[in-house]
C-alpha cells in the first residue's frame, strides 16, 4: 500500500509562486512514474505534468509548459512541483500520484487511468 500526502497549496496572488510537496510511504518510490493532476469545480480531473522514474523524462500540459517545473528526490520518496508565474486559472485542487506499474525508468504515465494511488489534494487558489 501506498500512501501520498501533498503540501504546499495556498491563496497566492497573480504572478506569484508555490511549491508543491507529495511524500509517499513505501520502499519502492523509486520504481514509480509520478505525476501532478488538477480539479478545478465542475470540471474535469486533468493532468499537469507528469515525470518518470529516473526523472530523466518530463511531460507538461500546454497550459503550464513555461512555468511549472516537476522534480522528484527518491531519496526523500518525494516529488514536487514548483509552480511560477501563477495565473487565476492556475485556481484548483492539485492532486499527487503514483502509478505503481513500472514500465521502464523513461517512462511517463499520462493518463489518469495508469495511476493506482492517490493523494488527498491540496487546494491552490490564485486570486488578488
Known amino acids: 500500500q501506498v500512501q501520498l500526502v501533498e503540501s504546499g497549496g495556498e491563496l497566492v496572488q497573480p504572478g506569484g509562486s508555490l511549491r508543491l510537496s507529495c511524500a509517499a510511504s513505501g520502499r519502492t518510490f523509486s520504481t ?16 499537469v505534468t507528469a515525470i518518470s522514474v529516473s526523472g530523466e523524462n518530463t511531460y507538461y500540459a500546454d497550459s503550464v509548459k513555461g512555468r511549472f517545473t516537476i522534480s522528484r528526490d527518491n531519496a526523500k520518496n518525494t516529488v514536487y512541483l514548483q509552480m511560477d508565474s501563477l495565473k487565476p486559472e492556475d485556481t484548483a485542487i492539485y492532486y499527487c500520484a503514483a502509478d505503481s506499474s513500472y514500465s521502464g525508468t523513461h517512462y511517463m504515465a499520462l493518463s489518469l487511468y495508469e495511476y493506482d494511488y492517490w493523494g488527498q489534494g491540496t487546494q491552490v487558489t490564485v486570486s488578488s
Open 32 to 47: 514509480y512514474a509520478m505525476g501532478w493532476f488538477r480539479q478545478a469545480p465542475g470540471k474535469e480531473r486533468d493532468i
